[in-house]
């Protein structure tokens, strides 16, 4: 097995596969299992101070098919932990007696209030977690109320917001990007400018699953309703992807943990080879359970003895460099396209015969050739 851990913002990763924020993050029960089965970090569900209001609905899931009846895409309107936060504060202890090499990253949402994000910070960061990541992503229910990501979509929030929990804490500090927002890197960057040593992208996508025929309710359909609710999962995988290259493009070398619809060991090699430095999979282990993580480490490891990468930095961001501009595609199309001309004028010419092989001579000048 190739070497596969990596040291982000100074946390070191056994590999870098993290569990995104979400169900399977929601307790110390399930944050073991998720420990237990290999993976290198978790983030924990998203948590507030007690006196937040968190209600949930249930159920609140809806999945999304292909003809084949395979699930490609899952709604969620589900709301950051119901727990009390001194349960959390328990928790977080005793996972990281437990588990003292492993990554538990702690995720913090709060209204716009200086003294609650610092409280909530202080009051984690004592408990021994190894990072924190700001929620400014949740797409529904809590931006109602001016949380989540109604700051990820304003950069002076990011900016001032991230700036509350970086003052207040010594280490880490991620904030998560929403993807209901026309630039991503413009939040990004004030996340950085607030003092982030990394952002998480994406949260989840804002959709409608579909609408049952029958009832003309969309779904999910909970109590006789319904609300757009937040998409994640396959389908969102090659919008992730796309987000994550405009961020890492946008700061080469900043930290990025990746996050959208990883399924398997390419899917989140590509995420890698966007930039990403770590992976998060939130969906991917609701449906497939926690011990994809093995596919997901024995897959880079063989990806990387294939292409000779001795370390996971090397794979980081290596699939940039080929993007371009259209116009720059254009250029370089016109120019193969004349060199190509050139060539086979060249070898048009009889005094050029007896340069290569004959038979190739041959074929360069044939128009059915195989
Ligand atoms: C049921 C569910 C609950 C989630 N809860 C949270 C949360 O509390 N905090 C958060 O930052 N992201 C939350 N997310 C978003 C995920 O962490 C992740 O960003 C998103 O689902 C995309 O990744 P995926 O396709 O691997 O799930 C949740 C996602 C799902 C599906």
Request: proline share 5%; with cysteine; net charge negative.
């Amino acid at each position: 097995m190739a070497d596969l851990s990596i040291n982000v913002d100074g946390m070191q990763f056994e590999n870098p596969f993290v569990i995104g924020s979400g169900p399977p993050g929601t307790n110390a029960r399930v944050i073991s299992r998720c420990f237990d089965a290999g993976w290198g970090g978790v983030i924990a569900k998203t948590t507030s101070l007690t006196d937040t209001p968190v209600v949930n609905l249930a159920p609140r899931y809806a999945k999304y098919y292909n003809a084949d009846k395979d699930v490609i895409g899952f709604q969620n309107v589900e709301l950051i932990s119901d727990r009390p936060f001194e349960d959390w504060e328990a928790d977080f202890r005793l996972l990281k007696e437990k588990y003292p090499k492993k990554m538990l990253i702690a995720s913090l949402m709060e209204s716009y209030d200086k003294g609650r994000w610092q409280e909530l910070t202080e009051r984690s960061a004592a408990c021994g977690v190894d990072g924190f990541e700001l929620n400014f992503s949740c797409p529904h229910g809590h931006p109602e109320t001016g949380m989540g990501a109604a700051m990820g979509q304003n950069p002076d929030m990011v900016r001032e917001v991230t700036s509350w929990v970086v003052e207040a804490c010594d280490i880490p500090v991620w904030s998560k990007m929403t993807p209901n927002i026309t630039d991503i890197a413009t939040p990004a960057q004030a996340a950085r400018e607030g003092g982030a040593h990394g952002v998480s992208a994406i949260n989840t996508i804002l959709a409608v699953t579909g609408v049952n025929l029958k009832t003309l309710r969309p779904l999910p359909t909970i109590a006789d309703g319904s609300i757009p609710g937040g998409y994640s999962g396959q389908a969102v995988k090659p919008i992730a992807l796309r987000m994550v290259k405009e961020i890492c493009m946008a700061m080469p070398g900043y930290s990025v943990s990746g996050i959208g619809g990883v399924w398997n060991s390419d899917h989140a090699i590509e995420f890698l080879l966007m930039g990403a430095n770590t992976v998060q999979v939130c969906t991917g282990a609701m449906l497939l359970g926690y011990d994809m993580v093995q596919d997901l480490c024995s897959g880079l490891s063989d990806f990387m003895d294939e292409h000779g990468f001795t370390s996971v930095d090397q794979v980081v961001g290596r699939s940039l460099p080929y993007f371009s501009t259209h116009h720059d595609l254009v250029d370089r199309q016109n120019a193969a396209r004349q060199a190509k001309a050139e060539a086979r004028k060249a070898s048009n010419r009889d005094n050029l015969w007896g340069n290569a092989n004959i038979q190739d001579e041959t074929a360069s000048l044939t128009t059915n050739e195989d």
